[in-house]
């Protein structure tokens, strides 16, 4: 099993069986089997509820013990700790396959994280190339933005 540890302080164990998979399945509607074969892998990455939503129900026997409810849980899961969350859910994910799937998994989850590096890249690329004279200044009584220079009506015509 792999843990991460939420902006709370709170430690939590992500386990992948095939009682967590059930049990994500029944309450979520969502099967984990599809980060294999189908476009799960893609909902989580573009989608942080939903992956929140699945470690949470993952996690809930421990969040039970813990007496944390669901909304806790989501209030203490931003930043790095998505991440970090994140990478244990793939980790214990791989280690669920059997090794034909586990290797398409695998290779699919490198591919997206291959794509979101490049888009990143050309993110930070496309901030950098902006020349700081074309950087808006927005300093307190600055009047060279687009508002009008006076609240007095002007006269038509």
């Not at 590096?117 to 930070?124: P, W």
């Amino acid at each position: 099993m792999k843990a991460f540890t939420d902006s709370a302080g709170r430690a939590w164990e992500v386990t992948v069986n095939v009682g967590a998979v059930r049990r994500v399945r029944d309450i979520l509607g969502v099967d984990l089997v599809d980060v294999a074969g189908g476009d799960l892998l893609d909902r989580l990455a573009d989608d942080p509820v939903l992956l929140v939503d699945v470690l949470y129900i993952l996690v809930k026997p421990q969040a039970d013990a813990k007496g944390a409810s669901d909304e806790d849980f989501g209030r203490a899961m931003v930043g790095g700790v998505l991440d970090e969350a994140a990478s244990a859910l793939m980790k214990e994910l791989l280690g669920f396959f059997p090794s034909a799937q586990r290797a398409r998994a695998l290779g699919k989850m490198a591919r997206k994280l291959e794509a979101q590096q490049a888009a990143l890249a050309e993110a930070e690329a496309a901030l950098a190339a902006i020349p700081a004279t074309q950087t808006a200044d927005v300093r307190p009584g600055n009047s060279s933005g687009n508002s009008p220079a006076s609240a007095e009506p002007t006269p038509s015509g």
